[in-house]
Every structure is written in C-alpha cells, then in structure tokens.
T-cell receptor, first 115, second 115 residues
Framework: KAGVTQTPRYLIKTRGQQVTLSCSPI?????VSWYQQTPGQGLQFLFE???????NKGNFPGRFSGRQFSNSRSEMNVSTLELGDSALYLC??????????????FGQGTRLTVV | AQSVTQLGSHVSVSEGALVLLRCNYS??????LFWYVQYPNQGLQLLLK????ATLVKGINGFEAEFKKSETSFHLTKPSAHMSDAAEYFC?????WGAGNMLTFGGGTRLMVKP
C-alpha cells in the first residue's frame, strides 16, 4: 500500500508570492491533517480535513488555507509568503476522524524556503 | 488545553546503553499519547501509542513506554541503544473529544548514540 505522498518535496519561493502544496493520503484514508515544523516553534497543527470539510484549525493567520477534494487528496495554500513561513510542511492521513487513537501516517514533507 | 513537555532537547548515550526520553503531558481529559521518530529529511514514524488498554506499551524497534497517570508522564525507553536509533523523537497527545486527529507535540528530543 502506498504511503502518504507530498509534492513537491522542495520548493523555493520569493516573499509576497503564494504557494500550493499537495498531499495524497493513503488509499481509503479520509482524514488529512497538516502540520508546520520549524526549528523555533517545533511541530504545530495547521488544520484537519475530513470528507472535504475542515474540522479543526490551528492558530495560524488567514494566509494559510486548505481544502480537500472528493478523492481525499488535500492541498494547502499560503498566500503573501513571509520569510517566517520557511518550514517543513507535513501532511498526515488517518482512516477515520472521530477515533482519536487512530494512528496518523505522515508523509515525508515539503520543505518550503522563502527568500 | 493540552500540552506536552519533553525534558532535554538533546540526549546522548553510548551504544548498548539504556535510552530514556522523558515526556510529561497536561490534559483536561484522559489523553491518547504517542511517540513518533523522525530521521533527517523524513516525515514522522509512529513508534507506539497509548490508548488506555495497557499502561506499558511496546512499540517498534525495541522501544516501550509506560503511562503513569499520577505523574502525568509517558517516558520512552529502550534497554540497549543502537547507532540506528539516532534521530529526533517527539511525544504527542490527543484528547478524546472534539479534537479529531489533531496532535499536540512536544518540542522534541534529539538522541545521539556514541560508538
């Protein structure tokens, strides 16, 4: 069974631009979560989607948004990029949303560098 | 609100020595607890999880963790360190209701293994 796939793996953008990251969950998984990992702030929850609906959102500005498609694939978008948005963005998928003891499977991440 | 504290951002052990990585949590409800490992430029891999079935949890690669409610701790141990255990380890908590698959992570502990 293929794992969680994130594309692209590496990305360099300029301040002020916008970026879209993609996540394909494990087949059959309906919940997708996004996390930002930085040396200073560690791993922080961005948002979670289940059946195309955002279920939870972390404490991030509105420049960060996401969506989920009917095939459970998810995208996150960051507009008006700032230097501080440079981070590893991780996507995780789970089979269900309501059972919190369900394991979350993580992708390898997208390394975003803003210059 | 839930939170996780990992004592020691860096831990160094000799190969063959005991590994002990500390994790304390704060949660207003009975928590679900997880340990993840991250190798350089990789995503997170689940080592083990506590879901109230048993207080001593065995995971992959010889790791185990014990849930101690009175101490609000979930420390990770391995009897004998191997060079391949060198990585960053994250403790995470998820509450039962309303959090879906949202994980709150500790700051991480980088484990170094000396030959």
């Amino acid at each position: 069974k293929a794992g969680v796939t994130q594309t692209p793996r590496y990305l360099i953008k300029t301040r002020g631009q916008q970026v879209t990251l993609s996540c394909s969950p494990i087949s059959g998984h309906r919940s997708v979560s996004w996390y930002q990992q930085t040396p200073g702030q560690g791993l922080q929850f961005l948002f979670e989607y289940f059946s195309e609906t955002q279920r939870n959102k972390g404490n991030f500005p509105g420049r960060f948004s996401g969506r989920q498609f009917s095939n459970s694939r998810s995208e996150m978008n960051v507009s008006t990029l700032e230097l501080g948005d440079s981070a590893l963005y991780l996507c995780a998928s789970s089979p269900k949303a309501r059972t919190v003891n369900t394991e979350a499977f993580f992708g390898q991440g997208t390394r975003l560098t803003v210059v | 609100a839930q939170s996780v504290t990992q004592l020691g951002s860096h831990v160094s052990v000799s190969e063959g020595a005991l590994v002990l990585l500390r994790c304390n949590y704060s949660s207003s409800v009975p928590p679900y607890l997880f340990w993840y490992v991250q190798y350089p430029n990789q995503g997170l891999q689940l080592l083990l999880k506590y879901t109230s079935a048993a207080t001593l949890v065995k995971g992959i690669n010889g790791f185990e963790a014990e849930f101690k409610k009175s101490e609000t701790s979930f420390h990770l141990t391995k009897p004998s360190a191997h060079m391949s255990d060198a990585a960053e380890y994250f403790c995470a908590v998820s509450e039962e209701w309303g959090a879906g698959n949202m994980l709150t992570f500790g700051g991480g502990t980088r484990l170094m293994v000396k030959p």
